[in-house]
């Protein structure tokens, strides 16, 4: 578990691939009083990524690895999350598979989001195999990592109703709206026991 220190935020990193609204929601979230976290740091393994334009915009730290090599990447990656004292990682959109030695190294310190209802459709495509399968509900989850895939303890879920119409890119948007809030309550529920 993480530990919240009374009035001392929790230096965060968050871990991203791509577009990143997850991300600006954690430095929205991370700038308000309540909030328990402080977004320290972007790492993102694609110098593309749309999101690092907002690690740019609030003037935040950012780290761009590469992953030709796994062992050097986490190496570098972690030297950057000591060097910043970060004690939390959000993973959020973070298009790699994180090695067991790396998690086993930020124990119970990782938080990712995924775009179902786990343990239900984990890994990709999940709103194309949702809609394929005449699901009835999808959502989201914040849970904890762990070495397998999508499948750490479960922080909090939120279901969303598939329409009669929902393509996977609509049912995608009215999900990712979603996961704006879900992520803040669950870093929130991750704190209330301190
Ligand atoms: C989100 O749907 C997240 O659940 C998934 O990848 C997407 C990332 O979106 N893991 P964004 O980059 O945060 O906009």
Known sequence: MVKSTGLKKINSA???SGTGTNLLNLINYSLSKKSKIKVC??????????????AKKFKIKKKIVRFQNKVVAENDILKV????KISLICLAGFMK??????IRKFKGKIVNIHPSLLPKYKGLNTHQRVIKNNEKYSGCT???VTAKLDSGKIILQKKVKILKNDTPKSLGKRILKQEHF???????KIYTNF
């Open 182 to 188: 879900l992520y803040k309550k669950a870093l929130e």
């Open 81 to 84: 999350l000591k060097q910043n």
């Open 14 to 16: 968050v871990f991203i």
């Open 41 to 54: 740091l972007v790492i993102s393994d694609n110098s593309k990524a749309k999101g690092l334009n907002f």
């Open 142 to 144: 914040v849970h904890f």
């Open 97 to 102: 598979i994180l090695t067991e030695n790396f």
